[in-house]
């Protein structure tokens, strides 16, 4: 069973930047890729980015297009999100799934495992 945990959350000034990190383990096969999602209160959970394993390609909603960047780190099994310039509405609990197989990267329902979350708050 793979597991999936998010760290580097927190409080933090509008304008200011945090790192998230997202370690994987228990993987028994290359999977296709990783993502990173968000959900605010009362709002539903939105794609935020994905990076496909293998090849690097990243994608980004457009809200955050130009301020986070996703990467990872294959020989550690750990995807980061680099957050900057943040915003108080991107305040949300960040979570990190795991797409087994190769297709669409922004539907939530398509990723196999999921983390438990992360907390985070942007002040203004």
């Known amino acids: 069973q793979v597991q999936l945990v998010e760290s580097g959350g927190g409080l933090v000034q509008a304008g200011g930047s945090l790192r998230l990190s997202c370690a994987a383990s228990?993987?028994?096969?290359?999977?296709?890729?990783m993502g990173w999602f968000r959900q605010a209160p009362g709002k539903e959970r939105e794609f935020v980015a994905a990076i496909t394993l293998s090849e690097g390609s990243t994608y980004y909603a457009d809200s955050v297009k130009g301020r986070f960047t996703i990467s990872r780190d294959n020989a550690k099994n750990t995807v980061y999100l680099q957050m900057n310039c943040l915003k108080p509405e991107d305040t949300a609990v960040y979570f990190c799934?795991?797409?087994?197989?190769?297709?669409?990267?922004?539907?939530?329902?398509?990723?196999?495992?999921w983390g438990q979350g992360t907390q985070v708050t942007v002040s203004s």
């Open positions: 799934a795991e797409r087994v197989y190769r297709g669409s990267y922004y539907q939530s329902n398509d990723y196999n495992y």
């Open positions: 228990g993987r028994r096969f290359s999977s296709y890729a």
